[in-house]
């Protein structure tokens, strides 16, 4: 394992991330900036394929890089899946060409991934994509027959934390019963169980709100601003997903401008971030709930979690509950390297789509 070489790869909107490992060590790392005015041509995101690929061959030719036991790329907008590494198959490819679930960047990583390794004769991966759902069938019900709830989280995160904390605490990941609280620009709170994501709040609809989203309104109230006149559908929808949280009460979606606030005495910021550890407070709670009060630890990730004003805002609504471990920040490349070590080192068997 120490000496396994991966390429990772993670398309953006208007750039690529590209990370050569050597085992789970860095050697390498690059982000390949493509021109907006080139890609706003292209009609569909599979046709940037041959575009990017050049721009990212290209690269490797400049690095001599050529040793290589697998290209592992971020997953795109499939069909639900269970979590884990899957071979990027026929069937997985012909889905994200199509954009199966929609249009997004990230459709293009296992595309890309697959192209690099028929090359250089390897296997390639793709690794838990925003497609994931482990929903138990009640985490479905919404209250209303017309609308379910939806399994939309940040798994790939998650689950590579999930896997660093089964080492610590020396288990299995499948006999880990935590709660997982992804803390960044949109906030998903998971019980997890038996490996699996059982429920969550949806990033962009409900739970508490973050930097940038509004997380779950008085639906009486939204209902009367969506036909208020005054908004239009993309409107409100930027207004919840874009605009709201501390943008919408403070102008910014950083935490740090917000910290800095609370120092200077500004009581409004306080209150803001006050209440936004409160509503992740509670969320975690509700989760402990979906466990049953069997959770061992409660684990706190994502960028917001290297603030330690606002993790002890959250431990002192919560660590009645369990134990509280912090893994700050989010390294999507390192766990695409490490979802895919784990396939070439038979501690996993790869997934079929």
Not at 106 to 113: K, M, Q, T
Not at 145 to 168: G, T, Y
Not at 189 to 202: A, F, Q
Not at 264 to 290: C, F, H, P, R
């Amino acid at each position: 394992m120490n000496d396994l070489k991966v390429l990772a790869i993670n398309p953006g909107s208007t750039s690529t991330k590209l990370a050569y490992f050597s085992g789970a060590k860095i050697i390498k790392k690059h982000s390949v900036d493509h021109n907006a005015n080139v890609i706003k041509n292209y009609d569909k995101i599979v046709d940037q394929l041959d575009f990017r690929l050049e721009a990212i061959e290209n690269w490797l030719d400049s690095e001599g890089i050529t040793n290589l036991d697998c290209v592992v790329g971020r997953g795109g907008l499939l069909k639900p899946m269970p979590s884990g590494t899957y071979t990027v198959s026929e069937e997985l490819k012909k889905d994200l060409k199509i954009g199966v679930q929609g249009e997004h960047a990230s459709n293009l990583g296992g595309l890309i991934a697959d192209r690099i390794a028929k090359k250089n004769s390897v296997p390639a991966f793709i690794v838990d994509p925003v497609a994931v759902d482990e929903f138990d069938d009640i985490a479905r019900i919404s209250g209303m027959p017309e609308i379910d709830r939806r399994s939309l989280l940040h798994a790939l995160n998650i689950k590579a934390v999930a896997h660093r904390a089964s080492k610590d605490l020396n288990k299995d990941v499948k006999d880990l019963n935590v709660i997982i609280a992804h803390l960044g620009g949109g906030i998903s709170i998971v019980p997890l169980t038996n490996g699996r994501m059982i429920d969550v709040n949806n990033a962009n609809e409900y739970g508490p709100f973050s930097p940038e989203r509004s997380g779950g309104l008085p639906v009486g109230d939204l209902v009367k601003l969506a036909f208020s006149g005054k908004y239009d559908l993309a409107t409100i929808k930027k207004k919840i997903t874009r605009e709201g949280g501390l943008v919408g009460y403070l102008g910014t979606n950083d935490a740090r401008d917000v910290e800095k606030m609370i120092v200077d005495g500004d009581k409004k910021a306080e209150l803001i971030y006050k209440a936004m550890a409160y509503q992740i407070s509670k969320e975690i709670a509700a989760m402990a709930t979906v466990l049953q009060g069997n959770a061992e630890n409660i684990i706190l990730t994502g960028g917001l979690s290297y603030s330690d004003m606002l993790v002890d805002m959250i431990k002192e609504h919560t660590e009645f509950i369990a134990p509280i471990l912090v893994y700050p920040g989010e390294d999507e490349m390192t766990a695409l390297c490490e979802g895919a070590l784990r396939v070439l080192t038979g501690e996993e068997k790869a997934k079929t789509y």
